[in-house]
């Protein structure tokens, strides 16, 4: 079954730890994005990457990379200059022009 | 600046009942609508869309209202089940951009 795999689903960090969260797609699309969910804010859009090899920052990049190198992962790594990283974080894909965004199940991490 | 609104945090309707969750957007450049349906701890699931060109959509018991002169969208759910209990949000694009996301209502369907 094509699907996006997000892991781990839970993820604990010390303060000061960058961590990397994983996302992989086997549904050959050519886009895919992150977003964050925190209470009340709706999903807010961290990076985006419409091809390999090639990503761009959306509205909420400060304190987070990313790398796409291949079509089917597009992983994400929290920095230690992310101020306020304890959320649910959200991996999507889409085929590129077309529509709408498959989603994964969500990484929540939280900060200890 | 909140391109896409969704003013109600939250909506409580009786199972049975009719839910409607409204939608607000700024930018008339926006093409394509969407809702999603989203469980707590789950990622969002694709629920309905609608194109600038249509004014409804049908789907079963989902329907989604489009008036493009107000810049309003909502998605009604008739009757409303205990599974529909979830967050909606609603999405907006233009072209081949990105989409634009709400902030989510929680709608509560009440037994």
């Known amino acids: 079954d094509g699907g996006i795999t997000q892991s781990p689903k839970y993820l604990f960090r010390k303060e000061g730890q960058n961590v990397t969260l994983s996302c992989e797609q086997n549904l050959n699309h050519d886009a895919m994005y992150w977003y964050r969910q925190d209470p009340g804010q709706g999903l807010r859009l961290i990076y985006y990457?419409?091809?390999?090899?090639?990503?761009q920052k959306g509205d909420i990049a400060e304190g987070y990379s990313v790398s796409r190198e291949k079509k089917e992962s597009f992983p994400l790594t929290v920095t230690s200059a992310q101020k306020n990283p304890t959320a649910f974080y959200l991996c999507?894909?889409?085929?590129?022009?077309?529509?709408?965004?498959?989603f994964g199940s969500g990484t929540r991490l939280t900060v200890v | 600046d909140q391109q896409v609104k969704q003013n109600s945090p939250s909506l409580s309707v009786q199972e049975g009942r009719i839910s409607i969750l409204n939608c607000d957007y700024t930018?008339?450049?926006?093409?394509?609508f969407l809702w999603y349906k989203k469980y707590p701890a789950e990622g969002p699931t694709f629920l309905i869309s609608i194109s600038s060109i249509k004014d409804k959509n049908e789907d079963g018991r989902f329907t989604v209202f489009l008036n493009k002169s107000a810049k309003h969208l909502s998605l009604h759910i008739v009757p409303s089940q205990p599974g529909d209990s979830a967050v909606y949000f609603c999405a907006a694009k233009q072209g081949a951009q990105k989409l634009v996301f709400g902030q989510g209502t929680r709608l509560t369907i009440n037994p």
């Open positions: 930018n008339s450049m926006f093409d394509y």
């Open positions: 990457s419409q091809i390999v090899n090639d990503f």
């Open positions: 999507a894909s889409s085929p590129g022009q077309n529509l709408g965004y498959t």
